[in-house]
């Protein structure tokens, strides 16, 4: 169990989740928590067993050296808090790596440990491998199966049905356990999603501002995001077929965005501008069953 002596009281927390493996395209979403605790200067606070629920030969403890003595570090899930943010409220981030087992054990200790905080919000972050151009915006999916809770953030209901990892299992049991539960996954391009995707990262960070409707520093990440963009253009320009290909996928991606290209697409521009009408208006709200 997850030991909470030495937490101190919590300023309205919020969960923000990311897992090394299946779930990390590109490392966008475990490099948006690094990224986070540097500029929140988040203090890790507790730790899950890693004996619990990982396999040492395939997430294998590493030798560092620590104050000139060299000892074994134990890869596992860690929880940190960030107190001293721009969101005016307490942060919790979790930064771990996808359990080899024991995964609804795993899920249960976290969330016993969200309830125990008084978090009201779990924002767990992914990143996939999709068929996108490198030279396009990265699109971010941020959706909830809570009715309430994509009313609120203007979100969408995920249509996706397969396999899953420990983030989409995370982000079940939060809303099951009556939290708040949002899930933000960043699609790279799988042909340069094996690296570090510096774009990827960047395009999670705008998104997760605009849910929490708060600035959060960049730091060098706009300039990161624009030198791999670069980097990954003269990867395709020297072979023909990559470039073929990317041609290819900008063409579909810009056509995919016109406007008369979906009409759910301006079905949902639509209600999102109601909402936001009658919210700014309550006198409006009758408006649309009047046209």
């Not at 309205?12 to 540097?38: Q, R, S, Y």
């Not at 391009?189 to 520093?217: F, M, N, Q, V, W």
């Not at 395709?236 to 008369?260: F, I, K, M, S």
């Amino acid at each position: 169990m997850i030991e909470l002596d030495d937490i101190p009281e919590l300023a309205d927390p919020i969960v923000i989740a990311a897992f090394e493996g299946w779930n990390d395209a590109g490392e966008a979403a475990t490099a948006l928590i690094d990224h986070l605790t540097l500029i929140w200067e988040a203090e890790p606070i507790a730790a899950l067993d890693p004996e619990d629920y990982y396999d040492f030969q395939v997430n294998r403890p590493r030798v560092i050296v620590d104050d000139g003595r060299r000892r074994i570090h134990w890869r596992t899930t860690r929880m940190l808090l960030a107190q001293r943010t721009t969101l005016g409220r307490d942060v919790i981030l979790i930064q771990g790596v996808e359990p080899s087992f024991r995964w609804r054990a795993f899920v249960i200790e976290i969330m016993d440990f969200a309830h125990a905080i008084g978090a009201s919000t779990v924002i767990t972050l992914g990143a996939l491998m999709a068929d996108v151009a490198h030279t396009r915006p990265i699109p971010v999916t941020a959706t909830s199966d809570d009715e309430a809770t994509l009313h609120r953030y203007d979100l969408e209901i995920s249509r996706y049905e397969g396999p899953t990892g420990i983030v989409g299992v995370l982000a079940d049991a939060a809303g099951q356990g009556g939290l708040e539960s949002i899930s933000c996954w960043a699609a790279v391009p799988h042909y340069a999603g094996h690296t570090p995707s510096p774009k990827a990262t960047l395009a999670l960070l705008t998104r997760l501002e605009e849910i929490l409707d708060a600035p959060i520093d960049h730091l060098d990440l706009d300039d990161d995001a624009r030198a791999w963009e670069r980097g990954v253009n003269e990867l395709a320009e020297g072979d023909d077929e990559v470039a073929e290909y990317v041609g290819a996928l900008e063409e579909a991606q810009d056509t995919a965005d016109l406007p008369e290209a979906s009409g759910e697409a301006i079905a949902r521009e639509f209600e999102r501008f109601l909402r936001r009408r009658g919210e700014s208006d309550p006198g409006s709200a009758g408006l649309a069953g009047d046209s």
